[in-house]
């Protein structure tokens, strides 16, 4: 994980700028995974983008890659889609997560497989899937 400027954008323009450094919103295919992804941001007091979002055809929560999710850490009473227009997830500042508009303004990390030198430069906030 890089520091960031932290920058507050929707989830769609959140997205973009992971794929433009090779990588996707911030999700989870192992509970090692998340466990990883919250215990680095322990200390940042901030609420975040995830890269899941609900499928508007079938209902279910999958990632920005198309795999459904099957890891969730939901806070209580959530997913509640107030409003029929919750269709994204924020993590909160506490780690659980909240169903959201995805016209929001959150801050956001990308999840990359790789760490590649031009990533150390960037100002994006970001996390390596595979725990280095």
Not at 27 to 54: M, S
Not at 86 to 105: A, H, S, V
Request: charged share 25%.
């Amino acid at each position: 994980m890089t520091g960031g400027d932290y920058e507050r954008v929707d989830h769609e323009t959140a997205q973009s700028r992971c794929e433009d450094i090779g990588g996707y919103l911030s999700f989870f295919l192992t509970q090692d995974e998340l466990d990883h992804f919250n215990n680095e941001r322990e200390t940042l007091g901030r609420k975040e983008w995830l890269g899941i979002v609900k499928n508007q055809t079938t209902q279910v929560w999958q990632t920005v890659t198309g795999i459904n999710n099957t890891i969730f850490d939901w806070t209580t009473n959530e997913p509640n889609n107030v409003g029929g227009v919750e269709n994204c997830i924020e993590r909160y500042t506490y780690g659980t997560w909240n169903d959201e508009p995805c016209n929001q303004l959150e801050t956001f990390s990308c999840r990359l497989e790789e760490l590649v030198p031009d990533h150390l430069n960037c100002s994006t906030d970001y996390f390596l899937a595979n725990g280095n």
